[in-house]
């Protein structure tokens, strides 16, 4: 990862990896040395030094790992600018606003993300971290033996550690992308320049999300994907909601392909020849932005030594976080499970209990939720549709659309919906999936349901502020009691009514 380096980098590279750091002397044995400083890396290192444990966190990179640098922080600062640009741009149209015409300045947009990604760094900073009485140590890290890892000539030795590597994106073997160049998560970012024409490889979140965003920007934006649909991993029509809304603003999508070659010509244009069905084509751009999956981070930091075993998925742990020597866990990306940021938060918190403790927390334990932020947001929490049907299980499916709820009407929002799993005949919620502008932020209501054993019924002895799109949350629960009356019931009641 490189950075143009303007004021705003210089800001962040100045706490995130100070030019004139100096590594501190080692103490003789730490209680945890933590291996990155990503969202796992931190959390671990700072939780543990709250407790009182001596701490050391050695991070070879930046600070902050890719959530401050390269993925959360600076794809919502753009997905925020796309969304009012969009936003000005119907509002005549839809609510009578004035008349907007002609392009806007890109270079702001990012100098704008730049700006606050740097205003946020000091929270992840080496300085913070520091003061918080944690020896942090800038550099190259590896594990030289069971209990002892070395950092720029250093040896630090520990009773525990944690791997919190992180992972980075992984490009598909096909011929000629590495000649042909490309962008990732880790380069978008550097852009100055609107692309004039985006192919985007790969239809997961990040593809998605990227791709309505410069769409709205004004690129003309193509995005390109071996599966029948985007979002594999979400609900199938909660996938369609979001792809209706993504050809609304111009993008178009090749699905179902097969990516034969990349190449790019003196002019710079890229050229990506796809097949379907035995039907051959070239799809030319400008610009390319690989976003198909992830790798974890485990070369180089001496796995071998620490007898510390891998999978094609990354570190293998067992459902404590520990990995095969018992001195050792690893968290977030690199431990090969929900790769999110929130994700890799709990999982540090498991493992200072853990390693520090006598603790027994486990990682299958943990109702995880996620969300991509596309115009609807898509969130989930829970068993999805798919998986239920596919163990076999008892369940009931309840759907309120956003097109019943009255603010989703005022607003214009309409496409979404709420769905909810129950299991058997019960109202204990197996899983939800929430479709609408807020998606992210009302699925914590589901998951602290979840996590706290509450039923469906609770959201609808709950009174929400009206009109809100939480609302559907209680409209679900009154569906749910709707569909108890049975015909015996309704027999029953009429008797009493009489």
Same mark, same amino acid.
């Given at each position: 990862?490189?950075?143009?380096?303007?004021?705003?980098?210089?800001?962040?590279?100045?706490?995130?990896?100070?030019?004139?750091?100096?590594?501190?002397?080692?103490?003789?044995?730490?209680?945890?040395?933590?291996?990155?400083?990503?969202?796992?890396?931190?959390?671990?290192?700072?939780?543990?030094?709250? &407790? $009182?444990?001596? +701490?050391? !966190?050695?991070?070879?990179?930046?600070? *902050?790992? =890719?959530? %401050?640098? #390269? @993925?959360?922080?600076?794809?919502?600062?753009?997905?925020?600018?796309?969304?009012?640009?969009?936003?000005?741009?119907?509002?005549?149209?839809?609510?009578?606003?004035?008349?907007?015409?002609?392009?806007?300045?890109?270079?702001?947009?990012?100098?704008?993300?730049?700006?606050?990604?740097?205003?946020?760094?000091?929270?992840?900073?080496?300085?913070?971290?520091?003061? &918080? $009485?944690?020896? +942090?140590? !800038?550099?190259?890290?590896?594990?030289? *033996?069971? =209990?002892? %890892?070395? #950092? @720029?000539?250093?040896?630090?030795?520990?009773?525990?550690?944690?791997?919190?590597?992180?992972?980075?994106?992984?490009?598909?073997?096909?011929?000629?992308?590495?000649?042909?160049?490309?962008?990732?998560?880790?380069?978008?970012?550097?852009?100055?320049?609107?692309?004039?024409?985006?192919?985007?490889?790969?239809?997961?979140?990040?593809?998605?999300?990227?791709?309505?965003?410069?769409?709205?920007?004004?690129?003309?934006?193509?995005?390109?994907?071996?599966?029948?649909?985007?979002?594999?991993?979400?609900?199938?029509?909660?996938?369609?909601?979001?792809?209706?809304?993504?050809?609304?603003?111009?993008?178009?999508?090749?699905?179902?392909?097969?990516?034969?070659?990349?190449?790019?010509?003196?002019?710079?244009?890229?050229?990506?020849?796809?097949?379907?069905?035995?039907?051959?084509?070239?799809?030319?751009?400008?610009?390319?932005?690989?976003?198909?999956?992830?790798?974890?981070?485990?070369?180089?930091?001496?796995?071998?030594?620490?007898?510390?075993?891998?999978?094609?998925?990354?570190?293998?742990?067992?459902?404590?976080?520990?990995?095969?020597?018992?001195?050792?866990?690893?968290?977030?990306?690199?431990?090969?499970?929900?790769?999110?940021?929130?994700?890799?938060?709990?999982?540090?918190?498991?493992?200072?209990?853990?390693?520090?403790?006598?603790?027994?927390?486990?990682?299958?334990?943990?109702?995880?939720?996620?969300?991509?932020?596309?115009?609807?947001?898509?969130?989930?929490?829970?068993?999805?549709?798919?998986?239920?049907?596919?163990?076999?299980?008892?369940?009931?499916?309840?759907?309120?659309?956003?097109?019943?709820?009255?603010?989703?009407?005022?607003?214009?929002?309409?496409?979404?919906?709420?769905?909810?799993?129950?299991?058997?005949?019960?109202?204990?919620?197996?899983?939800?999936?929430?479709?609408?502008?807020?998606?992210?932020?009302?699925?914590?209501?589901?998951?602290?349901?979840?996590?706290?054993?509450?039923?469906?019924?609770?959201?609808?002895?709950?009174?929400?502020?009206?009109?809100?799109?939480?609302?559907?949350?209680?409209?679900?629960?009154?569906?749910?009691?709707?569909?108890?009356?049975?015909?015996?019931?309704?027999?029953?009641?009429?008797?009493?009514?009489?």
């Amino acid at each position: 990862m490189t950075f143009p380096v303007d004021a705003n980098d210089q800001r962040l590279l100045d706490v995130v990896h100070p030019a004139d750091w100096v590594n501190p002397t080692p103490a003789s044995r730490y209680h945890l040395v933590v291996l990155g400083a990503g969202t796992g890396g931190l959390v671990s290192a700072a939780a543990a030094a709250g &407790l $009182g444990a001596r +701490v050391a !966190l050695v991070e070879r990179h930046l600070m *902050g790992g =890719d959530c %401050l640098n #390269v @993925g959360c922080v600076p794809s919502k600062a753009i997905l925020a600018a796309a969304r009012s640009w969009a936003a000005a741009r119907e509002s005549h149209a839809r609510f009578g606003g004035p008349p907007v015409a002609g392009a806007g300045d890109f270079a702001t947009v990012m100098e704008r993300m730049r700006s606050l990604r740097a205003d946020i760094a000091p929270v992840d900073g080496a300085p913070r971290f520091r003061d &918080l $009485g944690i020896d +942090v140590f !800038l550099g190259d890290g590896a594990f030289i *033996g069971p =209990d002892t %890892l070395a #950092v @720029g000539g250093a040896t630090l030795r520990f009773r525990r550690a944690v791997i919190a590597t992180g992972g980075r994106a992984m490009a598909p073997p096909i011929p000629g992308l590495a000649e042909a160049g490309y962008l990732t998560n880790e380069t978008l970012w550097n852009l100055t320049t609107l692309p004039e024409h985006l192919l985007v490889l790969g239809a997961g979140p990040i593809g998605c999300e990227m791709a309505q965003a410069f769409a709205r920007f004004g690129s003309a934006v193509t995005v390109l994907d071996m599966g029948p649909r985007i979002l594999s991993r979400d609900d199938p029509d909660a996938a369609e909601i979001v792809q209706g809304q993504m050809t609304h603003d111009g993008v178009t999508f090749a699905l179902g392909v097969e990516v034969q070659e990349v190449t790019r010509d003196a002019a710079g244009v890229v050229r990506v020849t796809v097949s379907r069905d035995g039907t051959t084509r070239v799809l030319e751009g400008t610009h390319l932005l690989v976003a198909a999956g992830r790798a974890p981070n485990i070369a180089g930091i001496g796995l071998e030594a620490a007898g510390v075993k891998t999978t094609k998925r990354g570190i293998e742990t067992n459902d404590r976080l520990q990995s095969s020597n018992p001195r050792i866990f690893a968290v977030g990306d690199v431990a090969g499970h929900h790769q999110f940021t929130h994700a890799a938060d709990f999982h540090a918190r498991t493992v200072v209990a853990n390693a520090l403790f006598y603790g027994r927390s486990r990682v299958s334990k943990l109702v995880i939720p996620w969300a991509t932020y596309t115009s609807p947001e898509v969130a989930h929490v829970g068993a999805t549709l798919a998986e239920l049907r596919e163990q076999g299980a008892n369940h009931e499916t309840i759907t309120v659309p956003m097109h019943d709820n009255d603010r989703a009407i005022l607003e214009g929002e309409t496409a979404g919906f709420v769905k909810v799993h129950l299991a058997g005949t019960t109202d204990r919620i197996l899983g939800a999936t929430v479709v609408g502008p807020d998606a992210g932020t009302m699925i914590s209501a589901m998951s602290l349901a979840i996590t706290n054993g509450l039923g469906l019924g609770a959201f609808g002895k709950t009174i929400h502020p009206y009109p809100t799109t939480a609302e559907a949350f209680r409209k679900a629960a009154d569906q749910r009691n709707r569909g108890k009356l049975t015909p015996l019931v309704r027999r029953v009641l009429g008797w009493w009514f009489r």
